[in-house]
């Protein structure tokens, strides 16, 4: 199954949201979120946690171009990662 979850927090509430959401993902899945560009760089202890857990998994970071969400209103610059838990 899928789980649906918003997200686009500033503040470390996004990786909250991450890592709540790798808490639901069953093993074998697949994780998409798109979250804010400073998620790759930030370096808050959670922040730097997120960062080991994808790299740990093979998963990616993916910078979005900017300009991305300009038509919802913000020009918050964007990132893809995706990861996958292991079964």
Known sequence: GRAKLAAGRL???DIDHANRAW???AP????VL?????TMTRTTAK???FQ????VHCG?????????FHESGTEVPGCIVVVGKPR
């Open 23 to 25: 808490d639901f993902l």
């Open 34 to 38: 798109i979250l804010s560009a400073g």
């Open 52 to 55: 080991a857990l994808v790299r």
């Open 28 to 31: 074998g899945g697949k994780m």
């Open 11 to 13: 503040d470390q509430a």
């Open 60 to 68: 990616t970071f993916e910078a979005l171009p900017p300009g991305t």
């Open 47 to 49: 922040h730097r946690a």
